[in-house]
T-cell receptor, first 109, second 117 residues
Framework: EDQVTQSPEALRLQEGESSSLNCSYTVSGLRGLFWYRQDPGKGPEFLFT???AGEEKEKERLKATLTKKESFLHITAPKPEDSATYLCAVQAGGNKLVFGAGTILRVKS | DTGVSQNPRHKITKRGQNVTFRCDPISEHNRLYWYRQTLGQGPEFLTYFQNEAQLEKSRLLSDRFSAERPKGSFSTLEIQRTEQGDSAMYLC???????????????FGSGTRLTVV
C-alpha cells in the first residue's frame, strides 16, 4: 500500500533560520511527488511537482528535491508569512494523490 | 477563471439528514476529484471523474456517499443519513491531466466544512 510519512510533525523557526522538511514515501511506481501549502480553513495550494530522482524545483524561498525514497522541502531565510502546513503527496498507479499528515511550520519574527 | 469553487463553505446538519455539496472546477481542466480531510490529517481520496465518467472510488466511499458530474461540468457529492463520523472538510480539486501527468498540480477549492450534530 502506498504510504507517505512527513517529519517533523511541527517545526518552529526564527525568521531567517533556514531548515528542511522531510517526506518519506513507499510507493509502487512513482508517477509524481507533489508539495502543497495549506493555510488554516483553506484548501491546499500547489507548490511543486517532481517526477524523477535528482530533480529539483525552486520558488522564492522554497526548494524541493527528490530521491528514490524521500523528498525534502528546503526553506531558506523564512519569513512569518511562510507559516502554514506543508503537505506532501505521491501519485502512484491510478490517478489519486496519497497525502502525508503534513508539517506545521511556525516562523516567528 | 477564479479557480475551483465549492458551496456551501460550511454546513451544520443533524445526524440522519442528507446533505449535498457542489463543486465548480476550472473549466479547462479535464479531471475532478473529491477528498475528505479531518483535523491534523492530510486529505484522503474519495473519488474522481474524467469528464462525466466516474473512474475510481475509494473504499472510504460507503453506500451512503454518491457523487455525480452531469455533462462533465460541475459535480455534486451527496451524503445520505449523515453520521457524526462524517464531520470533516470535503475538498474538491481539478486538474489538467495529460498521459497521467498533472504538471501544474491539482487545484483545490476552499472546501465545505461539514459538522454533524
Amino acid at each position: 500500500e502506498d504510504q507517505v510519512t512527513q517529519s517533523p510533525e511541527a517545526l518552529r523557526l526564527q525568521e531567517g533560520e533556514s531548515s528542511s522538511l522531510n517526506c518519506s514515501y513507499t510507493v509502487s511506481g512513482l508517477r509524481g511527488l507533489f508539495w502543497y501549502r495549506q493555510d488554516p480553513g483553506k484548501g491546499p495550494e500547489f507548490l511543486f511537482t517532481l517526477y524523477s530522482a535528482g530533480e529539483e524545483k525552486e520558488k522564492e524561498r522554497l526548494k524541493a528535491t527528490l530521491t528514490k525514497k524521500e523528498s525534502f522541502l528546503h526553506i531558506t531565510a523564512p519569513k512569518p508569512e511562510d507559516s502554514a502546513t506543508y503537505l506532501c503527496a505521491v501519485q502512484a498507479g491510478g490517478n489519486k494523490l496519497v497525502f502525508g499528515a503534513g508539517t506545521i511550520l511556525r516562523v516567528k519574527s | 477563471d477564479t479557480g475551483v469553487s465549492q458551496n456551501p463553505r460550511h454546513k451544520i446538519t443533524k445526524r440522519g439528514q442528507n446533505v449535498t455539496f457542489r463543486c465548480d472546477p476550472i473549466s479547462e481542466h479535464n479531471r475532478l476529484y473529491w477528498y475528505r480531510q479531518t483535523l491534523g490529517q492530510g486529505p484522503e481520496f474519495l473519488t474522481y471523474f474524467q469528464n462525466e465518467a466516474q473512474l475510481e472510488k475509494s473504499r472510504l466511499l460507503s453506500d451512503r456517499f454518491s457523487a455525480e458530474r452531469p455533462k462533465g461540468s460541475f459535480s455534486t457529492l451527496e451524503i445520505q443519513r449523515t453520521e457524526q463520523g462524517d464531520s470533516a472538510m470535503y475538498l474538491c480539486a481539478s486538474s489538467l491531466t495529460i498521459l497521467d501527468r498533472a504538471d501544474y498540480g491539482y487545484t483545490f477549492g476552499s472546501g465545505t466544512r461539514l459538522t454533524v450534530v
